[in-house]
DNA sequence: ATGAAAGCGCTAACAA
DNA sequence: TTGTTAGCGCTTTCAT
């Protein structure tokens, strides 16, 4: 009576195919894992009885004999100024369509905020999850330490600013490659100067951005002399520190969040100016509002895809022990052109 | 030599940890799970070793033998048109941490787009997750029925629309009430009537939206003919209609989203009609570009934090099979007033 | 090409 | 209060 009670069960289990289809049970396994180990015909019985039966292999069981979970943890970090939402969003859904091609999911978890290494080390004890996709943008490098140090393997959305000649494997995007571009855009423009706009508290990512500023102005010899502002990030903020500089004649802005950018393309508005024609400006991003916003915010645009790509390629490679080839990797963003610095 | 090379391993198991404390396995078990069974200084010997040795139990193993995953499943569609990105992430956000607070943690997974169902049945017969979060806003019940079929635990964000008198738990706002109170305060601000923009494809929530609108508009008895227009969802349709409806002299809107609201302030703006002065207007889900536009917008925020504790809360019950005392929860939202109706 | 045995690490049920 | 036994469902190893 057992035995049959089980075979009859809501969820079947190897046992339940194996004695459907009249073979054992490594039988069923390696028709699901190593098909060609069987004769085609066995195959194609026990295919059958296991469509038939609705059956999908325990993924507890599975996981407790070959030791790992097809699972990619990613902490989530509470809503913070360094990330806007939209790009996250865009990461994520990114992550999760790259993660499937591989059999992967996402397991997202969250850590004590105060502390940017919490969560890590019990999920890989408890070998909840393969590895880790770590957003490592602005916090610096502590979390790639902990997780080097417990042996986690893990490939990081952001480069080592604090040690460039470290091993781990990451990949970035050239910001300021991004930002060289706009302002060589800004400039081609006609514009004979182009100001700096970045946050106060912008750290690595906002200097990288800066550089790619000055590239352009000092490889076009324009004048940089009291043209750049890190500020506090908000509209209000940009809005008046740029009415300050178009008063004085600037007529060309480049920025660092799009945040800063919607800021100066209003003090332009309040002025009188007409985007694209009189004053340019570009921002970064490309987020939803750059794109909602009158008459249209010219914006840094990140391949946030290709980087979900690549972080899933590296980390499948990490994971197989497989060698990697070149663990450090830099994509380039576009340039979305929009009426802030085109047409009116 | 074998025996003891497993006590050095890098992952301690429950054996290891009882042979260190010189207890059983099933002690140190229960020193975790039922920690009351013990006597105070067994419990306080063993947890003093299984701290030393950084254990954390083998996720698959207790899985397998309590057929728990601690996992909620939530499958993510691809970007569209119906969800914005802002408010996913906010509300994603929200879910990792109230379930973290029951010891929960997120599993996404991503679907074939042409099949709303697909993931859902395998992940459940593969006892991967212990049930799921449904975003059911736009989809229709197509998925619930499914769930519900396969006997998945699982609570949606959305009404049945389709079936109001389904039993199923779900959660959700109250987006009518909050567009009413939109359309009131627009009333209050002194406007002899309000106009109602909403899309075309908005489906059943737009419809709610609407009804908000139309219950504020005829509890006040102002006139509503030729007031609606159902439009492409972008700002530049929604310019286009709302520079008509200035023309005739309108001056309050309420909108079903902020990108359509965004379009009536331009036209406002390009009319040189004061915002919150000349002229009113409301958005709904206070975007960001809600927030960095200018000179504002004013928007029904949800309560999306709320939503996120109530939905894990109803799913907790749900797989507990706790009654659940009131499967259907509606929260109310709130309305951010910004320069669009208030100042200038 | 297929089957049998063993065991991954844990907890439920029972025994002491 | 603690220990023993058994087994969750799978895959690895080895035998056939």
């Not at 046992?15 to 396994?29: I, P």
């Not at 015909?41 to 609705?54: K, N, P, Y």
């Not at 292999?57 to 030791?67: I, K, M």
């Not at 004649?249 to 100016?273: E, H, K, N, P, W």
């Amino acid at each position: 009576m057992s035995p049959n009670r089980r075979l009859t069960d809501a969820h079947p289990t190897l046992a339940t195919v194996a004695h459907r289809a009249g073979v054992s049970r490594q039988t069923v396994s390696n028709a699901l894992n190593s098909p060609d180990l069987l004769k085609p015909e066995t195959l194609a019985r026990v295919l059958a009885v296991i469509d038939e039966l609705g059956y999908s292999p325990n993924r507890a069981a599975r996981q407790l004999r070959t030791r790992s979970s097809k699972l990619i943890g990613l902490r989530v970090e509470p809503a913070n100024d360094a990330t806007s939402p939209a790009p996250r969003d865009r990461f994520l859904h990114a992550l999760v369509d790259r993660a499937a091609r591989t059999g992967h999911q996402l397991l997202l978890f969250s850590g004590d905020p105060g502390d940017p290494l919490d969560g890590y080390d019990a999920l890989l004890r408890a070998t909840a999850v393969d590895g880790f996709v770590v957003l490592d943008q602005h916090t610096g490098a502590s979390q790639s330490d902990l997780l080097r140090r417990i042996g986690a393997p893990f490939v990081t959305f952001g480069r080592p600013w604090d040690d460039p000649a470290s091993s781990r494997p990451w990949v970035d995007v050239d910001d300021a490659a991004g930002v060289r571009n706009a302002t060589e855009h800004l400039l081609a423009g006609g514009h004979p100067c182009v100001a700096w706009f970045d946050r106060a508290a912008g750290g690595p990512v906002d200097a990288d951005r800066r550089s790619g500023w000055q590239a352009a102005v000092r490889a076009a010899g324009v004048p940089t002399d009291g043209l750049t502002r890190s500020l506090h990030h908000d509209v209000a903020t940009s809005r008046a520190e740029a009415g300050l500089l178009l008063d004085e004649g600037v007529r060309a802005f480049a920025c660092s969040t799009d945040t800063l950018a919607l800021g100066v393309l209003q003090a332009a508005l309040d002025r009188g100016l007409r985007p694209g024609v009189d004053v340019g400006v570009t921002g970064f991003d490309d987020s939803p509002a750059a794109q909602l916003c009158w008459p249209g915010l010219t914006s840094v645009r990140r391949p946030l895809e290709e980087v979900a790509a690549e972080i899933v390629d590296l980390l499948g490679a990490v994971l197989s022990l497989r060698p990697v080839e070149n663990p450090a990797r830099l994509l380039e963003p576009d340039l979305v052109v929009r009426a802030s610095t085109h047409g009116g």
